[in-house]
C-alpha cells in the first residue's frame, strides 16, 4: 500500500472519531483518544497533515508552514516523548462575533516526559473546535 493511500487511510480513521455530534454527546474518552492520535502525529513529522484537517479558522490564523515550523522549534530540544498520560478534558464556549472561531472547544491536556527533559515533564495541550457542519475538528496544539 503506498504512503498516501495510508495517510488518507489514518486521516480517514482519525477524523471518524468526531463525526457530527451535538455538544452534549461529546465523549471525554473519545476526546483523549483522538488528542493522542493528534499528539502521535506531531510525534512522526506529521504536523502539516494535522493542520490540514483542521478548523477553517486556524488555517485562517495560522499558515501551514508557520504551524509545522513553530511545532518542529518547540519539539526539537526536548527529544522524543517517554511517558505521556492525559490529566484533564476541559469543555469551553467561546463567543466571539466570528462564527468560525465562536463555539464549543474541548482541550485535554497531557502530562510528558521527554528524553532530553528526564528531570521534569511538560504539558501538551491539544484543542478540537466543534464546526458549524457539527464534526469536532483539530484547532490547536501547545507545548508548555
Known sequence: ????????????????????????EVEASDMVRGGMLAIQMIDQGKAGELWDGATPATRKRVTRADFTSQVARSRAPIGAPQMRTWVAVNRQVVADADSETAGQYVSVEYETRFTNKPDGTLRELVSFHLDSDRVWRFSGYVLK
Open 1 to 24: 500500500m503506498n504512503s498516501m493511500i495510508r495517510l488518507l487511510l489514518a486521516a480517514t480513521l482519525f477524523w471518524s472519531w468526531f463525526s457530527p455530534a451535538a455538544a452534549q
